[in-house]
């Protein structure tokens, strides 16, 4: 008999008692923590108190407008189904799960534990290495900026703002072919084994010349985000971890996402690999080897954060740039940057990538949609279309990176939780 898939939707209908996800409609209702899928509709604010001290250590959730108490039932549901099957299968020690539109979270889900040595249940203020969520947290946000204020151009070539790199075939690169991954530079050199510095990192970079002309074919390379790194730093003459910090995630009210976060943090983060680099577990220092070596901030990888600060960035997405009165980014410049480049190529954004069928995106979320995914297991999509954003963030690479087992929790979520709110397949 052939066994079936873990996360597939005919076993994600069944009822558990492995905690309770906290929702959120406008008759404040949540589910209940010791009676299993049974909603308790809340009154006081006691009671709505004791959602996040009992079900998950999620926190208090006010209500977001527009979604009715039957809708937010079957997304608590779907989420919990989805996570309590991906921990019976060891896909991760923990998880925290979102689910929101513009207007605030509607519902927040964390399971399992931070690490076999440390129990605590992951909630909404766990730090995570976002790994390659720093292409489009922190490096695409900053571009989106400098061409929003038109001292970047998309289709200017990038040695125009980075002369420093002199690698044959660097000149026909456009900031465009670096954002949509079509630059013909390679997929990744092994800049921590090749150097032993950060400058000497650096050095390496700009003597990487693209290995195939650009705009032809797509190729996912961290090696354009390390670039697009510098390129921020010399454009803005800030270096990259206080321009985010500045720029985007302090008015944004992000303030538990950083680069290189605190010693005191380290209760708060999630563990990573036992890394056989490094010989020892990794937790609160960047996973990304080349991140390591370039000195814990890269365009690439490096960046930190919750999932409490990751809802708001993508309720400001959802809101053309704008959040709580402050704007971020410019209007048409999101647009820009969220729209398909050349489906010839491939069908990303720049920076982000867009549903292909066969992504994280799942089949439920619109051609509009577009989201991204990192190493250690974390994803984020938005879709403007439907109106909501689905957030996972994980520690699937503790204690090996070589559990693969994330990328059916991350379709599984996605349509299950757009399938909640009522959304028949994407188009």
């Not at 299993?36 to 996040?52: E, Q, R, T, Y």
Request: with cysteine; aromatic share 6%; net charge positive.
């Amino acid at each position: 008999m052939t066994r079936p898939a873990p996360y597939h939707s005919a076993l994600l209908s069944g009822r558990t008692g492995h905690g309770a996800a906290c929702t959120n409609a406008p008759n404040r209702i949540f589910l209940k923590r010791g009676t299993p899928w049974m909603l308790a509709l809340v009154s006081g604010a006691s009671m709505l108190a004791g959602c996040a001290r009992h079900a998950n250590g999620s926190r208090e959730l006010p209500p977001v407008r527009g979604i009715a108490r039957a809708q937010a039932q079957r997304l608590g549901d779907s989420v919990r189904a989805v996570l309590t099957r991906a921990i019976a299968d060891s896909a991760f020690p923990g998880a925290y799960a979102a689910v929101g539109t513009a207007d605030g979270v509607i519902v927040e889900y964390g399971v399992g534990q931070l690490d076999v040595a440390d129990r605590s249940r992951p909630s909404a203020t766990t730090i995570w290495d976002l790994a390659s969520l720093t292409k489009v947290i922190g490096t695409t946000s900053a571009m989106i900026q400098l061409v929003g204020s038109g001292r970047v151009a998309l289709d200017s070539p990038v040695v125009r703002y980075l002369p420093a790199w002199k690698a044959p075939g660097a000149e026909r690169i456009t900031v465009r072919h670096l954002l949509s991954h079509s630059s013909g530079m390679p997929a990744w050199r092994a800049l921590y084994k090749e150097a032993a510095t950060p400058e000497e990192a650096e050095q390496q970079l700009f003597a990487t010349s693209p290995d195939t002309v650009p705009g032809v074919r797509y190729v996912y390379s961290d090696l354009g985000f390390i670039l697009l790194g510098k390129l921020v730093e010399r454009v803005s003459g800030e270096r990259l971890a206080p321009y985010d910090s500045a720029h985007v995630f302090g008015p944004l009210g992000m303030t538990d996402t950083r680069y290189l976060p605190s010693a005191a943090l380290l209760p708060r983060i999630a563990p990573t690999e036992e890394d056989p680099w490094r010989q020892r577990k990794v937790r609160g220092e960047v996973h990304d080897e080349n991140a390591v070596r370039l000195g814990g901030v890269s365009g690439h990888a490096g960046l930190f954060s919750t999932g409490q600060d990751l809802a708001r960035f993508a309720r400001m997405y959802l809101r053309h740039g704008t959040l709580d009165g402050v704007r971020v980014f410019d209007s048409a410049t999101v647009s820009t940057f969220t729209r398909m480049q050349d489906s010839t190529i491939s069908r990303r954004a720049l920076g982000w990538e867009t549903p292909t069928g066969g992504n994280s995106a799942g089949s439920r979320l619109t051609p509009l949609a577009f989201g991204h995914t990192g190493f250690t297991g974390t994803s984020l999509w938005m879709d403007p279309a439907r109106g909501v954003f689905v957030l996972l963030l994980t520690n699937r690479v503790n204690p090996t990176r070589e559990n693969r087992k994330i990328g059916g929790v991350r379709t599984a979520l996605a349509d299950a939780a757009v399938g909640a709110l009522g959304g028949s397949p994407g188009r």
